[in-house]
């Protein structure tokens, strides 16, 4: 069946620092992939998401790059600041499976002043 | 506001009681979904409605009974929970049901089963 993974956390950064959060996939079909990210206290929120491979999804700073070769989607920002402080999780919804969104286990981010 | 509204946002209850969990979506929305989420796990997809009828059940134990009376408001019905049942309760909508392009989640329910 489907599945997500995604790198361990917590992850703990200083402000400014350059953020990668790894997320591979497996999927039977041609799947679109997503970020969540869900703060302190609050449901998930779209991040970003991308559709077929290559696309490259972004938001707020934050990018991924759909790469099927690697089957790979992995978060990356180049500076990240305090309030980026969350967890994110990286899901995948594939119509070959019903079309129902697949998360991995979530990755917490701790960013320090 | 995220357009999709959980009631209560904390709930406390022993083994015995029947409680339920309330979720509202005014996004006009076809689909509505309950997940668990319990730490260090990945979400647990528990239920699907899509246009008011039960078209998922993720081998869910009996004592969760889900409603979904009209497209905007989906129940979860609890009786003689487990301790381990103890988690965080979202409820999520989507436009479609048959291919998630983008789910809007409610703030969640924090059960602590006791």
């Known amino acids: 069946g489907n599945s997500v993974t995604q790198m361990e956390g917590p992850v703990t950064l200083s402000e400014e620092a350059f953020l990668t959060i790894n997320c591979t996939y497996t999927?039977?079909?041609?799947?679109?992939l997503f970020w969540y990210v869900q703060y302190p206290g609050e449901g998930l929120q779209l991040l970003l998401k991308?559709?077929?491979?290559?696309d490259k999804g972004s938001n707020k700073g934050f990018e991924a790059t759909y790469r099927k070769e690697t089957t790979s989607f992995h978060l990356e920002k180049g500076s990240v600041q305090v309030s980026d402080s969350a967890v994110y999780f990286c899901?995948?919804?594939?119509?070959?499976?019903?079309?129902?969104?697949?998360f991995g286990q979530g990755t917490e981010l701790s960013v320090k002043p | 506001e995220t357009g999709v509204t959980q009631t209560p946002r904390h709930l406390v209850m022993g083994m015995t009681n029947k409680k339920s969990l309330k979720c509202e979506q005014h996004?006009?929305?076809?689909?509505m979904y309950w997940y668990k989420q319990s730490a260090k796990k990945p979400l647990e997809l528990m239920f699907v409605?899509?246009?008011?009828?039960?078209?998922e059940n993720n081998s869910v134990p009996s004592r969760f009974s889900p409603e979904c009376p009209n497209s905007s408001h989906l129940f979860l019905h609890l009786h003689t929970l487990q301790p381990e049942d103890s988690a965080l309760y979202l409820c999520?909508?989507?436009?479609?049901?048959?291919?998630?392009?983008?789910?809007?989640f409610g703030q969640g329910t924090r059960l602590t089963v006791v």
């Open positions: 899901a995948l919804s594939d119509y070959n499976q019903g079309g129902k969104l697949i």
């Open positions: 991308a559709t077929k491979a290559d």
């Open positions: 409605y899509s246009l008011e009828e039960r078209v």
């Open positions: 999927a039977t079909g041609y799947p679109s």
């Open positions: 996004l006009g929305h076809n689909a």
């Open positions: 999520a909508s989507s436009p479609h049901g048959g291919t998630v392009t983008e789910a809007f």
